[in-house]
């Protein structure tokens, strides 16, 4: 078992050789790599790594293994499930110095992006083009942690998860090599895909320094509606139809009237239609045809459109303000599942009654992703958060064939319950993957089957 508490003799020095004082932080300003936003994981660490390159991540992490210290690599720390934490009092590998990044090719569409840089960054790097993955915290979350997480977001109807943009990556292994495929060849049936696998391994298999992005071209004249409406059923059979219709959609998302209200209430934000309603759909399309599909879509129901930034952005704070809104009430407990097509509408209505009967004086704000099945359930406990909630949820989701984690990971938050979602063969074989990338088994060690 990897050391833990406090570090062995001469580690710190040898850490200052390779990365240079700055690059070595200890004591109380190692505070803020140890919590994350939400205040719902609080670790402690005995170092933060920030290595300025990608050799010196390697001996750094060389290092780690050759003294059996566990380590906790961290890009921009906006992860929801623990998994950035050191909980056990790991080493946090701090990738944020990592910003390199080479111009966007105009013909490919592609960028090769230090694991630092942030999404915002890379969505910002050239005005023909845009990252195809957009999340509410894109200006601190890095190339590196959205990889290693599989971030998904507003847009993945359209363009797909983190992974779907990776065309490769340069990565340390915990032995100190470092792996590079950073060609971006769109066709290249050379064996296999560990940029793939890399996507969505929470940290657990190498520590990501950079990776060759497929940028999309920019959605051109975007227009963003807000849609009243009288109930979940509603937004989900308009939202299938916005994907039916509507060829330029980019997002279709959902919020309802109680964390509309509570964001009234506490963010000053005022309504966004007339009249309150039950539901809100925000749908958004951009190209041409955009504005005029989603006319033809909302018809006479409620809306409020938004075409110039300004107006947009507006709309969309609704939403993106949304995982902000537990936490005005309390430290929230934050669990994305998705469902079938098919039990969505269910879920979505039945899911409160599901937590408050395991903890009547909980507060469950729902939101989420229309088309790709994903609802964020953010819980405010009124008992111990001492996991009935993720026991409510989960047996729940996974008894409509959904899964315990649409897109923020399992990190530690949801472990105990990874057997809802993946057998007993299925986890042996993550333990054996995870064995030949990290034989010293110094990676994340606290996340996923090992
Ligand atoms: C979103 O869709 C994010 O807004 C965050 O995935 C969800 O904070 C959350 O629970
Ligand atoms: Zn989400």
Redesign the pocket.
């Known amino acids: 078992m990897p050391a833990e508490d406090g570090l062995p003799a001469g580690l710190l020095r040898e850490f200052r050789r390779v990365a240079g004082e700055s690059g070595v932080l200890t004591g109380a300003v190692t505070a803020g790599y140890a919590t994350d936003w939400?205040g719902a994981f609080a670790g402690r660490t005995p170092a933060v790594l920030r290595p300025a390159d990608p050799e010196q991540a390697a001996d750094l992490l060389r290092l780690c293994a050759e003294a059996d210290v566990a380590v906790v690599p961290q890009g921009g720390n906006t992860g929801?499930v623990g998994g950035g934490v050191p909980g056990h009092g790991e080493v946090v590998l701090s990738l944020a110095r990592l910003r390199d990044a080479g111009p966007v090719d105009p013909g490919s569409g592609q960028i090769t992006a230090g694991a630092g840089i942030t999404l915002a960054e890379v969505a910002a790097a050239h005005p023909d083009f845009d990252l195809g993955v957009l999340?509410?915290?894109r200006g601190s979350a890095t190339v590196g942690g959205a990889i290693a997480t599989n971030a998904?977001?507003?847009r993945v109807l359209r363009y797909g998860p983190m992974r779907a943009q990776v065309r490769g990556v340069e990565a340390v292994l915990s032995d100190g090599s470092v792996l590079s495929h950073l060609g971006g060849l769109v066709k290249d049936n050379t064996g296999y895909d560990y940029p793939s696998l890399l996507a969505g391994s929470e940290g657990t298999l190498a520590v990501i320094t950079a990776a060759r992005l497929q940028l999309v071209p920019r959605p051109a004249g975007p227009v963003t509606v807000i849609v009243g409406l009288d109930g979940v059923a509603a937004v989900h059979s308009l939202a299938l139809r916005a994907v039916r219709e509507v060829g330029g959609l980019l997002s279709a998302?959902f919020f309802l009237a109680e964390g509309l209200a509570l964001l009234a209430e506490r963010a000053g934000l005022g309504p966004p239609l007339p009249a309150p309603v039950p539901a809100y759909l925000l749908l958004e399309a951009a190209g041409p045809g955009a504005a005029d599909d989603l006319a033809g879509l909302v018809g006479d129901l409620p809306a409020a459109v938004g075409t110039s930034p300004a107006q947009r952005a507006r709309l969309w704070a609704y939403?993106?303000r949304?995982?902000e809104v537990?936490g005005f009430l309390g430290t929230?407990v934050?669990?994305?599942v998705s469902v079938p097509a098919a039990a969505w509408a269910r879920f979505t209505s039945e899911v409160p009654g599901v937590v408050t009967a395991a903890d009547p004086g909980a507060r469950v704000i729902i939101?989420?992703?229309v088309a790709d099945g994903?609802v964020?359930v953010?819980i405010v406990p009124g008992g111990a958060a001492d996991g009935r909630h993720q026991d409510a949820v989960f047996s729940y989701t996974a008894s409509l064939g959904g899964s315990i984690s649409a897109?923020?990971g399992i990190g530690v938050l949801k472990g105990p319950w990874l057997g809802l979602a993946r057998s007993p063969v299925e986890q042996a074989l993550f333990a054996r993957i995870r064995r030949a990338f990290d034989p010293a088994g110094i990676l994340n060690p606290h996340v996923l089957p090992r």
Request: proline share 8%; glycine share 12%.
């Open positions: 939400t929801l999340i509410a915290s998904g977001g507003l998302e939403r993106e949304h995982p537990a929230p934050k669990l994305d939101y989420g992703h994903n964020h953010n897109e923020h």
